[in-house]
């Protein structure tokens, strides 16, 4: 199945809208930004709420001694958190007791838990989080991991990205080098297939030869880590940060989403009839784009455990460090 590019999006609304060309009214970017307002606005949150993991990523950063504040990831949805935990040296995935989720202390209570010399909480301030206690300045090897929903790229042309032919070390072969990406262009390396696509995100370009794009050593995506679970391959794409030619959406939800972004642009247009004619539509593609993103799998049940049962051999919170014992 090909993917589902920004280009054939363009195309499926203007055929619902019977939009030629060459009307001056409305162009390319005017649509790409209709249609990235209903990604954010009505299509994640349905995501969400039916395959709440589908655009989850995981962060780390190190945690650095007397330094209490660290911004969110700029690309989470919302700048909101889906979990935060903290790492002791040596965590790996095949240690996981060596890692803990951070609780979410209220403001009012958070002077509480001063006491210490490692986190063991945090609460929100602005676009960051402060760690409680704040750690120590003798505190070394110790890492923050963030699990948040990651943004959704703004929509952009075929055109202004370059497709991977192919790959050597941190040189990258791609079938044409448009205008937008130069050396110095800071750039996210996106999946030519739909779905969660983004591989590696904010990667700086050092050099532009011919139809060759170099990285800084160990910069390409070739090794699947916990943090990165795809690689850079032919086919992929290479685009300025924070946008994407590939509708980063399940399949099955591209009707909804030009029904919806016809409808936005017809609405702006002031074409009554196509706007009521797509009105009537919506409700039913609505029902079946639900029908085919649930459940996301059958036959498995969910497995919930509580965290403070006899299973998981745990006793109460103990006051004082946020965290339970094993």
């Not at 199945?1 to 019977?18: A, E, P």
């Not at 192919?166 to 739909?194: E, L, N, W």
């Amino acid at each position: 199945m090909s993917s589902y590019t920004s280009d054939r999006l363009l195309s499926g609304v203007k055929r619902r809208l019977s939009v030629p060309d060459n009307q001056y009214l409305m162009d390319d970017d005017d649509i790409f930004a209709f249609a990235d307002d209903v990604i954010s606005l009505e299509l994640v949150p349905a995501i969400q709420a039916i395959r709440q993991e589908f655009m989850l990523k995981r962060e780390r950063f190190d945690i650095v001694g007397d330094q209490s504040s660290y911004l969110v990831p700029y690309r989470a949805s919302g700048q909101t958190l889906r979990d935060l935990k903290i790492r002791w040296p040596g965590s790996t995935s095949a240690n996981p007791s060596q890692a803990r989720s951070l609780l979410l202390y209220r403001v009012e209570e958070e002077h509480l838990y001063r006491t210490g010399t490692v986190p063991s909480g945090f609460y929100f301030s602005g676009d960051s989080v402060t760690l409680v206690p704040a750690p120590a300045s003798s505190l070394t090897g110790y890492e923050l991991e963030f699990w948040y929903t990651f943004k959704v790229g703004n929509l952009t042309a075929v055109q202004n990205c370059a497709t991977v032919t192919s790959i050597t070390g941190d040189d990258v072969t791609v079938s044409m080098v448009p205008g937008s990406i130069d050396t110095g262009t800071v750039i996210d390396f996106v999946r030519g297939k739909q779905g969660h696509n983004v591989i590696s995100y904010d990667v700086t370009v050092t050099n532009v030869a011919g139809n060759v794009i170099s990285f800084g050593a160990g910069a390409v995506p070739s090794t699947i880590t916990e943090e990165q679970t795809s690689i850079l391959s032919v086919g992929d794409y290479i685009c300025p940060a924070d946008t994407t030619p590939v509708i980063p959406l399940p399949h099955g939800m591209s009707a909804y989403l030009e029904t919806l972004t016809a409808l936005r642009v017809a609405e702006a247009l002031g074409d009554d009839a196509a706007y009521n004619k797509l009105d009537k539509a919506m409700d039913r593609e609505k029902t079946n784009m639900q029908k085919i993103l649930a459940p996301r799998i059958v036959g498995e049940n969910v497995k919930i455990v509580n965290k403070n049962g006899l299973l998981r051999g745990r006793s109460p919170t103990a006051r004082g460090n946020g965290f339970r014992s094993l």
